[in-house]
Protein backbone atom coordinates (compact mmCIF):
# COMPACT_ATOMS: atom_id res chain seq x y z
CA UNK A 1 0.00 0.00 0.00
CA UNK A 2 1.49 3.66 -1.17
CA UNK A 3 1.18 5.97 1.71
CA UNK A 4 2.82 9.12 1.32
CA UNK A 5 2.56 11.01 5.18
CA UNK A 6 3.90 14.70 5.39
CA UNK A 7 4.64 16.63 8.27
CA UNK A 8 6.68 19.70 9.56
CA UNK A 9 3.44 22.40 8.73
CA UNK A 10 2.57 24.96 11.30
CA UNK A 11 2.46 28.61 12.08
CA UNK A 12 5.55 31.41 11.81
CA UNK A 13 5.62 34.89 11.05
CA UNK A 14 7.12 36.24 7.73
CA UNK A 15 11.04 35.70 7.95
CA UNK A 16 10.81 32.81 9.58
CA UNK A 17 11.43 28.84 8.50
CA UNK A 18 10.16 25.56 8.30
CA UNK A 19 10.74 22.12 7.30
CA UNK A 20 8.71 19.99 5.44
CA UNK A 21 9.01 16.43 5.62
CA UNK A 22 6.88 13.39 3.75
CA UNK A 23 7.29 9.80 4.69
CA UNK A 24 7.04 7.27 1.91
CA UNK A 25 6.31 3.50 2.14
CA UNK A 26 4.96 1.10 -0.32
CA UNK A 27 6.96 1.59 -3.45
CA UNK A 28 10.78 1.75 -4.09
CA UNK A 29 11.31 5.15 -3.29
CA UNK A 30 14.97 5.55 -4.40
CA UNK A 31 13.47 4.79 -8.56
CA UNK A 32 10.78 7.78 -8.13
CA UNK A 33 10.49 11.74 -8.98
CA UNK A 34 9.51 13.53 -6.31
CA UNK A 35 7.81 16.77 -5.91
CA UNK A 36 6.06 19.05 -3.60
CA UNK A 37 3.08 21.22 -4.64
CA UNK A 38 1.35 23.94 -2.79
CA UNK A 39 -2.54 25.07 -3.01
CA UNK A 40 -4.81 27.57 -1.47
CA UNK A 41 -8.30 27.22 -1.44
CA UNK A 42 -9.88 28.43 -5.23
CA UNK A 43 -6.62 28.40 -6.77
CA UNK A 44 -4.97 25.44 -9.05
CA UNK A 45 -1.86 23.39 -7.60
CA UNK A 46 1.32 24.97 -7.88
CA UNK A 47 4.39 23.08 -8.31
CA UNK A 48 6.98 24.09 -5.53
CA UNK A 49 9.85 22.27 -6.08
CA UNK A 50 10.77 18.35 -7.48
CA UNK A 51 13.88 16.13 -7.63
CA UNK A 52 15.31 13.53 -9.29
CA UNK A 53 15.67 9.76 -7.94
CA UNK A 54 19.63 10.61 -7.38
CA UNK A 55 19.08 14.33 -6.19
CA UNK A 56 21.25 14.64 -9.26
CA UNK A 57 18.67 17.40 -10.70
CA UNK A 58 16.28 19.98 -8.73
CA UNK A 59 14.06 22.16 -9.83
CA UNK A 60 12.28 25.00 -7.67
CA UNK A 61 9.56 27.36 -8.62
CA UNK A 62 10.62 30.89 -9.62
CA UNK A 63 8.52 32.45 -6.51
CA UNK A 64 10.64 30.07 -4.07
CA UNK A 65 14.03 29.72 -5.72
CA UNK A 66 16.67 31.35 -2.98
CA UNK A 67 14.21 30.51 -0.18
CA UNK A 68 13.29 27.01 -0.56
CA UNK A 69 15.27 23.74 -0.97
CA UNK A 70 14.39 20.20 -1.88
CA UNK A 71 16.38 17.39 -0.89
CA UNK A 72 15.96 13.47 0.21
CA UNK A 73 17.39 10.53 1.95
CA UNK A 74 16.81 7.40 -0.04
CA UNK A 75 17.99 5.25 2.60
CA UNK A 76 15.56 6.50 4.88
CA UNK A 77 12.45 6.79 2.34
CA UNK A 78 12.33 11.09 3.16
CA UNK A 79 11.49 14.14 1.19
CA UNK A 80 12.21 17.39 2.55
CA UNK A 81 11.06 20.76 1.32
CA UNK A 82 13.29 23.43 3.72
CA UNK A 83 11.71 26.53 3.68
CA UNK A 84 13.75 29.79 4.37
CA UNK A 85 12.23 33.20 4.48
CA UNK A 86 9.43 32.66 4.60
CA UNK A 87 6.33 35.56 3.38
CA UNK A 88 2.91 35.41 3.57
CA UNK A 89 2.00 34.21 0.15
CA UNK A 90 3.50 31.04 0.70
CA UNK A 91 0.04 30.30 2.97
CA UNK A 92 -0.93 27.12 1.33
CA UNK A 93 -1.93 23.25 2.38
CA UNK A 94 1.66 21.81 1.14
CA UNK A 95 1.36 18.20 -0.74
CA UNK A 96 4.56 15.55 -1.48
CA UNK A 97 4.04 13.63 -4.35
CA UNK A 98 5.57 10.72 -6.21
CA UNK A 99 5.72 9.50 -9.66
CA UNK A 100 7.64 6.67 -11.95
CA UNK A 101 8.36 8.65 -14.80
CA UNK A 102 11.33 11.19 -14.42
CA UNK A 103 10.18 14.83 -16.02
CA UNK A 104 12.95 17.09 -17.59
CA UNK A 105 12.36 20.68 -18.28
CA UNK A 106 9.53 22.95 -18.53
CA UNK A 107 7.27 19.58 -17.66
CA UNK A 108 8.58 19.19 -14.36
CA UNK A 109 5.94 21.68 -12.84
CA UNK A 110 3.40 19.20 -14.48
CA UNK A 111 0.75 17.71 -11.49
CA UNK A 112 0.70 14.89 -13.02
CA UNK A 113 2.00 12.77 -10.15
CA UNK A 114 0.68 9.46 -9.47
CA UNK A 115 0.62 9.49 -5.68
CA UNK A 116 -0.55 12.11 -3.30
CA UNK A 117 -0.14 12.82 0.47
CA UNK A 118 -3.21 14.14 2.25
CA UNK A 119 -1.00 17.66 2.83
CA UNK A 120 0.18 19.79 5.82
CA UNK A 121 -0.30 23.42 6.08
CA UNK A 122 1.69 26.24 6.07
CA UNK A 123 0.82 29.88 7.52
CA UNK A 124 2.77 32.72 7.11
CA UNK A 125 1.63 35.91 9.21
CA UNK A 126 2.81 39.01 8.38
Known amino acids: QVQLVESGGGSVQAGGSLRLSCAVS????????MGWFRQVPGKEREGVAA????????YLADSVKGRFTISRNNAKNLLYLQMNNLKPEDTAMYYC???????????????????WGQGTQVTVSS
Open 26 to 33: GFTYSSWY
Open 97 to 115: AADPIMKYGPTWIRADFAY
Open 51 to 58: ISPGSTIT
